[in-house]
């Protein structure tokens, strides 16, 4: 069983960043994918990026060149840097992992506001 952790949720006004952590409670080495995906008022939730053990990584199109995804396999964590945050990037914030058993795990989200 992982436990993921987020924080670094919070309020921005538009054009500002913020970095996403989330930590996971044990060893992350038998996740193969680790990613964030985020769920607005009234609509599905997202895959917004991840990242597989190797490093290889995948965006959605709406935050290319915005956001940077990386994962720390050592310190068990990974983290998303948002920069360029635009009002349509306001949702609730989770951190995924599935495993190569095909468990997926969830954290509890964190809330991200951009707003002027």
């Known amino acids: 069983q992982v436990q993921l952790v987020e924080s670094g949720g919070g309020s921005v006004q538009p054009g500002g960043s913020l970095r996403l952590s989330c930590a996971a409670s044990?060893?992350?080495?038998?996740?193969?994918?680790m990613g964030w995906f985020r769920q607005a008022p009234g609509k599905q939730r997202e895959l917004v990026a991840e990242?597989?053990?190797?490093?290889?990584?995948d965006y959605a199109d709406s935050v290319k060149g915005r956001f940077t995804i990386s994962r720390d396999n050592a310190k068990n964590t990974v983290t998303v840097q948002m920069n360029s945050l635009k009002p349509e990037d306001t949702a609730v914030y989770y951190c995924?992992?599935?495993?190569?058993?095909?468990?997926?795990?969830w954290g509890q989200g964190t809330q991200v506001t951009v707003s002027s």
């Open positions: 044990s060893s992350i080495v038998a996740i193969n994918i």
């Open positions: 995924n992992a599935v495993a190569d058993d095909n468990k997926t795990y």
């Open positions: 990242v597989n053990r190797v490093g290889s990584t």
